[in-house]
């Protein structure tokens, strides 16, 4: 939109909001201060006159409790309910990897918001608010927000699947509501490590195996279990260490760790072990997704036979799940049966081990969550 930036000159003379931005030294004849929050881990060159005050992406140690604090900023505006606007600025916050601090003449803010559209940025100005590349409001400094069209931005590929995968669904009679967002892309995407997915493989494994040898009635002890899989030691959560030192653990816990098989088998997917991941109307080939971890015995002989998928076969089974597991949750708050062809048990552990795979809310994997 040419010349959009124009009306936010006004923000260059009115008193700034508490924030958490970085402060520049400059006047409003020097141009416009800007705090850009971009969630590509690669931007574009700045190819326009600018002065940077300051930049920053994740290898900054102090980046993430700055966005901490953003969010929280974002949180407390106005009366503090969640809308729209807010709900999505605190996801693109999670998902930011470059900040850069710049202050930008008037005459090329043009040329920065075609800059902030590739970048994926939300803008934060000195009257507080939170604008889109174009300088739209999304959430004013007291927490209002703008005109209802306008949307936090998500790069092109986050789109054009969310496409994909509403026509897929819809194509099978159980289209996913329009108003559902797009999800973090190939830009944005800091997948785990080879050793760390290969360390949970093993973890997850082992807590599913004990779970059915107590639900067995034959539990077995924990030594032997970490013989045969002598990797997933190193790699327990404190739930699953938690879980594997009692003597006695209740019926709901053996249910919950008996599902991770279902983890368990989207990993050997994302490594290579298995050639598909079915549609998820039933439960994994449990001695099969045994067998294949068994057999590679330990972390370096897996992570020498793993092929890890490409990063947007991962996107597509990620968008897929959180659009069946909306449905899924659907079905159960309005107490319908769930549509046909669907495991509500093999959604939750699939969207689980998928959020925890693209570092969902950068949590681990006792705290992720899968909201819908």
Known sequence: MKGLFAKLKDALVKPAAPAPAVQADASP???MLINAYCTCAEVPALQFAHTMAARRDLSDPELAPHLEGFIGYVLGRGNG???????????HIQRVRQHLSLVVEDAQLDAFADWAVQANAILFLRDGGIRDPHGEILLSANGEEGDGRVAVPYPSQAWERK??????????????????PPLISEPELRLRTPQDIA????????VAVQAESVAAGDPLPVETLF?????????????ELAFLSQKAPSELEVAQFGWR????????????????????AAICDVPLTTRLLLDAHDEQALMRAMRVRPDSEILDALDLHYRLHWLARQAELKAQAVPAGLDPGVILERHHVLNWLVRFENKEWDEVDTPT
């Open 29 to 31: 004849q020097e141009g």
């Open 261 to 280: 098989y279902e983890c368990v088998f989207l990993l050997e997917w994302v490594m290579g072990l298995v050639d598909e991941l079915p549609f998820p």
């Open 163 to 180: 496409a994909r995968t509403e026509a897929f669904l819809s194509a099978r009679q159980m289209p996913p509501p329009a108003h559902l």
């Open 199 to 206: 360390g949970r493989a093993f973890a997850l494994l082992a």
């Open 81 to 91: 309910e969640m809308s729209r606007n807010r709900y999505h600025v605190m996801r």
């Open 227 to 239: 013989g045969r899989l002598p990797s997933a030691r190193a790699h327990l959560t404190p739930k």
